[in-house]
């Protein structure tokens, strides 16, 4: 409900800025996460998917105000979704009369344990943009940065291994782990962070560009509903993108 709501209100402030001079950009490009916290590394030591698998192409759009002829201000949206099932790499899932039970991957097994690690991210932010030789010519490099607000979701859906729960198989003096069904949420949540970028515009009419852009993003959300015990979780990424601008 809160992302849906800013989501609104962000389109609520840019549809009248319209009517000021300035720019309207659509981008396209590769978000790459850092995902550098424990649930990230956690979940790429113990499952077949890894940190590439997470980087993946989005799409934002953003509002320019010209202030000077070299600094503006800018309104933007960029969004974010993954969706990546696993099986884990060291374990099978074998019944006993217990229940299921992680077996070494070196014994034949009955399944194998596999979830789905999902994260979404919409960062809404506002930026100062610096334009240092100004608008006109064939190149207009320009660096920036901002603050924002950071929507996002974290779920983990299907089989965990609970390997704070340690059994041992008395037949092989193995140790063993049960395996439960899980759905853990953090769902709609909104924290802070900021950003810097640098990229260059050319134009190619007169009033559109092309723009190429780097983008560093900077933020943490706290996990609270689903995974207590991890620490922060890192919603920091690059973007590579490439935007088309219409100029007003």
Do not use: C
């Not at 424990?38 to 499952?47: A, G, I, N, S, V």
């Not at 039970?101 to 979404?120: C, G, R």
């Amino acid at each position: 409900m809160k992302k849906s709501l800013i989501l609104f209100l962000a389109v609520i402030f840019l549809t009248p800025s319209l009517a000021f001079s300035g720019i309207f950009t659509f981008k396209a490009g590769l978000f790459i996460p850092r995902a550098q916290s424990d649930l990230w590394r956690t979940e790429f030591d113990q499952m077949t998917f890894n940190k590439t698998h997470y980087n993946t192409t989005n799409f934002g759009f953003a509002y320019e105000y010209f202030l000077t002829r070299e600094v503006s201000v800018v309104l933007g949206v960029d969004s974010y979704s993954k969706n990546k099932v696993g099986t884990y790499v060291d374990y099978v899932g074998i019944e006993l009369v217990e229940g299921y039970f992680a077996f070494p991957n070196d014994y034949m097994e009955d399944f194998f344990p596999t979830h789905v690690f999902n994260i979404s991210i919409t960062p809404v932010q506002i930026s100062a943009k610096f334009t240092p030789i100004g608008r006109k010519g064939k190149f207009i490099p320009y660096v920036g940065g901002g603050v924002g607000l950071y929507l996002w979701n974290v779920r983990l859906t299907g089989d965990l291994v609970d390997f704070d729960d340690v059994w041992v198989y008395i037949p092989d003096g193995i140790d063993i782990y049960p395996i439960i069904s899980v759905d853990a949420w953090e769902s709609n949540r909104i924290s802070f962070g900021y950003h810097a970028f640098g990229g260059v515009m050319v134009p190619f009419t007169k009033r559109m560009t092309f723009e190429v852009e780097f983008k560093y993003n900077r933020a943490q959300g706290e996990l609270k509903e689903g995974f207590e015990g991890f620490e922060p979780f890192d919603l920091s990424a690059y973007q590579i993108s490439l935007g088309l601008n219409y100029w007003f």
